[in-house]
């Protein structure tokens, strides 16, 4: 089977979670399926953008083919598919004919052509939260999942959870909608990795909360904030940090209160996109996992602080009950007298830290690409039968 992937999200400023699951997908598809190939493609962008999102996910190491450019900037070329279904995926490439399948690992919708098309759509926040997207990437969300509705065979989502609200609160329809959980990297940070890391990162010398995201208005990190400034410190004057670990997404100003930024001074450290390893061990090292959002369709962070044995502090929304199964502690999304409390039971009892790390891993282990693999690929096998029986 030859899969044409857009692999576009790989290339925004924030690739977040759903970059992870781009890049997992094209690495491991035809490395776990022999036999089967996946053929990337991409909008305009230049060979040094390209060669800094596969250093970045580790593609070039894997022997991930360079991805089919398509000519056309990535506004103008989403833009055209979404309102002209123009250009066609074969337009200019010979490799992009012969496919058997055609994936968008995120809504932004190509013409369907002869070919299947399997979409996947994480979730329904645009439709929940408009407020916490720019007015371009609402309309981009809305017109994609649309798209999505109209043209696709099938529709591919994380959780029950976002599935659930997908089919409430977008045009896509039940039929049509297959769950396949993301997996994990289950690659465990050793001592001497963590101890490293933390020695040139310079946060040796205390314990820390972390929290990884892309900085944008649903992720919620003031709230984080906040409640972390109101912590009083221990009796002998030891205080923990609170390291924020991730790129700038959107609408990103004013989320953090200047006074806690202040107040907390050295104990707040920002640290932006850091590497694979780096963030493995930052996990490891981390007291407590902190993850605040007011929404999400998967949280693939809170599993892979699990995977490390970090306890895990994580709203409780439906996709994150969902996800985390009670291996985690769950506080409501906002509620910052009730995150400080969780927090300071929580770093103030090793026993409950020690009981909600070995249950996250335990929990995470449920997790793998393997799965995922497998399971993308009935999907494409399905859309392949429902195609040819038009």
């Given at each position: 089977?030859?899969?044409?992937?857009?692999?576009?999200?790989?290339l925004f400023r924030a690739p977040g979670g759903s970059?992870?699951?781009?890049?997992?997908?094209?690495?491991?598809?035809?490395?776990?399926?022999?036999?089967?190939?996946?053929?990337?493609?991409?909008?305009?962008?230049?060979?040094?953008?390209?060669?800094?999102?596969?250093?970045?996910?580790?593609?070039?190491?894997?022997?991930?083919?360079?991805?089919?450019?398509?000519?056309?900037?990535?506004?103008?070329?989403?833009?055209?598919?979404?309102?002209?279904?123009?250009?066609?995926?074969?337009?200019?490439?010979?490799?992009?004919?012969?496919?058997?399948?055609?994936?968008?690992?995120?809504?932004?919708?190509?013409?369907?052509?002869?070919?299947?098309?399997?979409?996947?759509?994480?979730?329904?926040?645009?439709?929940?939260?408009?407020?916490?997207?720019?007015?371009?990437?609402?309309?981009?969300?809305?017109?994609?999942?649309?798209?999505?509705?109209?043209?696709?065979?099938?529709?591919?989502?994380?959780?029950?959870?976002?599935?659930?609200?997908?089919?409430?609160?977008?045009?896509?329809?039940?039929?049509?909608?297959?769950?396949?959980?993301?997996?994990?990297?289950?690659?465990?940070?050793?001592?001497?990795?963590?101890?490293?890391?933390?020695?040139?990162?310079?946060?040796?010398?205390?314990?820390?909360?972390?929290?990884?995201?892309?900085?944008?208005?649903?992720?919620?990190?003031?709230?984080?904030?906040?409640?972390?400034?109101?912590?009083?410190?221990?009796?002998?004057?030891?205080?923990?940090?609170?390291?924020?670990?991730?790129?700038?997404?959107?609408?990103?100003?004013?989320?953090?209160?200047?006074?806690?930024?202040?107040?907390?001074?050295?104990?707040?450290?920002?640290?932006?996109?850091?590497?694979?390893?780096?963030?493995?061990?930052?996990?490891?090292?981390?007291?407590?996992?902190?993850?605040?959002?007011?929404?999400?369709?998967?949280?693939?962070?809170?599993?892979?602080?699990?995977?490390?044995?970090?306890?895990?502090?994580?709203?409780?929304?439906?996709?994150?009950?969902?996800?985390?199964?009670?291996?985690?502690?769950?506080?409501?999304?906002?509620?910052?007298?009730?995150?400080?409390?969780?927090?300071?039971?929580?770093?103030?009892?090793?026993?409950?830290?020690?009981?909600?790390?070995?249950?996250?891993?335990?929990?995470?282990?449920?997790?793998?690409?393997?799965?995922?693999?497998?399971?993308?690929?009935?999907?494409?096998?399905?859309?392949?039968?429902?195609?040819?029986?038009?």
């Amino acid at each position: 089977m030859r899969v044409a992937a857009n692999v576009e999200q790989l290339l925004f400023r924030a690739p977040g979670g759903s970059g992870r699951y781009t890049a997992r997908l094209v690495e491991l598809f035809p490395q776990l399926t022999p036999g089967d190939e996946v053929v990337p493609f991409c909008a305009r962008h230049s060979d040094e953008e390209i060669t800094a999102a596969y250093r970045f996910f580790g593609l070039d190491r894997a022997g991930v083919p360079r991805p089919v450019r398509l000519g056309l900037p990535r506004p103008l070329l989403y833009e055209s598919w979404h309102w002209l279904g123009l250009p066609p995926l074969d337009w200019r490439s010979e490799a992009l004919a012969d496919v058997d399948l055609v994936h968008a690992p995120y809504p932004a919708v190509p013409p369907r052509g002869h070919r299947p098309l399997v979409v996947t759509v994480h979730d329904a926040a645009f439709a929940l939260f408009p407020e916490t997207y720019p007015r371009r990437g609402r309309h981009f969300h809305q017109r994609g999942v649309a798209m999505a509705a109209r043209r696709a065979d099938l529709i591919i989502t994380a959780t029950r959870a976002s599935a659930e609200e997908i089919v409430e609160h977008t045009p896509v329809t039940a039929d049509r909608l297959r769950v396949v959980p993301h997996g994990v990297d289950h690659t465990v940070a050793d001592r001497s990795e963590v101890d490293g890391t933390l020695d040139r990162l310079g946060l040796a010398d205390a314990s820390y909360v972390l929290w990884v995201g892309s900085l944008e208005p649903r992720k919620d990190v003031g709230t984080l904030v906040a409640a972390f400034a109101r912590l009083v410190p221990a009796a002998d004057g030891t205080a923990p940090r609170l390291v924020l670990v991730g790129p700038a997404g959107w609408l990103g100003g004013g989320q953090i209160d200047g006074r806690d930024v202040e107040g907390l001074g050295d104990r707040l450290r920002i640290l932006g996109a850091v590497d694979e390893a780096t963030l493995r061990a930052l996990y490891a090292g981390a007291d407590v996992f902190a993850f605040p959002s007011r929404h999400e369709g998967f949280g693939l962070p809170v599993l892979e602080a699990m995977v490390q044995g970090t306890a895990v502090l994580c709203s409780d929304v439906p996709a994150l009950r969902e996800v985390t199964g009670g291996a985690a502690r769950l506080v409501g999304p906002g509620d910052r007298r009730a995150w400080t409390a969780a927090l300071d039971e929580l770093l103030g009892s090793a026993e409950e830290r020690a009981g909600l790390g070995a249950a996250g891993r335990e929990r995470a282990a449920e997790f793998t690409w393997e799965r995922t693999i497998a399971g993308t690929r009935a999907v494409y096998v399905e859309a392949l039968g429902t195609s040819s029986g038009r």
